[in-house]
C-alpha cells in the first residue's frame, strides 16, 4: 500500500483547508483509513477514522464538529476537510491505512499543516 498526502499549508485561523490522500497499490474498498498528526515536540495523535465501506466515522474530541473525513472510491482517495482552524492544530498531518481489525500498517509522508494566529 502507498499512501500520498497532499493539501497542507499556512492558513490564519478561522480558516480552512482540505487534506487529500491518495491510497494505491492494494483495493482501496479493503481498508479502514485514518488520520493522524504529530505537532511539534509532541507525541502523534489521532484524529479521524473512517471504515472501509465508508459508513462508520470517529473523531478525536478536539477535532469534532470542525473536521469532516470522506472518502471517494472512484478516486481511491481519503479527505479531511478542516474548517476553523486553530493555532493547536499546527502539525504534520499523516495518513494511514489498515485491514478491518488489524493495526495501521500502512502510513504516508505527512503534509504539514500551520495555523497562523
Known amino acids: 500500500v502507498q499512501l500520498v498526502e497532499s493539501g497542507g499549508g499556512l492558513v490564519q485561523a478561522g480558516g480552512s483547508l482540505r487534506l487529500s490522500c491518495a491510497f494505491s497499490g492494494r483495493t482501496f474498498s479493503s481498508y479502514d483509513l485514518a488520520w493522524f498528526r504529530q505537532a511539534p515536540g509532541k507525541e502523534r495523535e489521532f484524529v479521524s477514522r473512517?471504515?472501509?465501506?465508508?459508513?462508520?466515522?470517529s473523531y478525536a474530541d478536539s477535532v469534532k464538529g470542525r473536521f469532516t473525513i470522506s472518502r471517494d472510491h472512484a478516486k481511491n482517495t481519503v479527505y479531511l476537510q478542516m474548517n476553523s482552524l486553530k493555532p493547536e492544530d499546527t502539525a504534520i498531518y499523516y495518513c494511514?491505512?489498515?485491514?478491518?481489525?488489524?493495526?495501521?500498517?500502512?502510513w504516508g509522508q505527512g503534509t504539514p499543516v500551520t495555523v497562523s494566529s
Open positions: 473512517i471504515s472501509w465501506t465508508g459508513g462508520t466515522t
Open positions: 494511514a491505512a489498515a485491514r478491518p481489525g488489524f493495526g495501521y500498517d500502512f
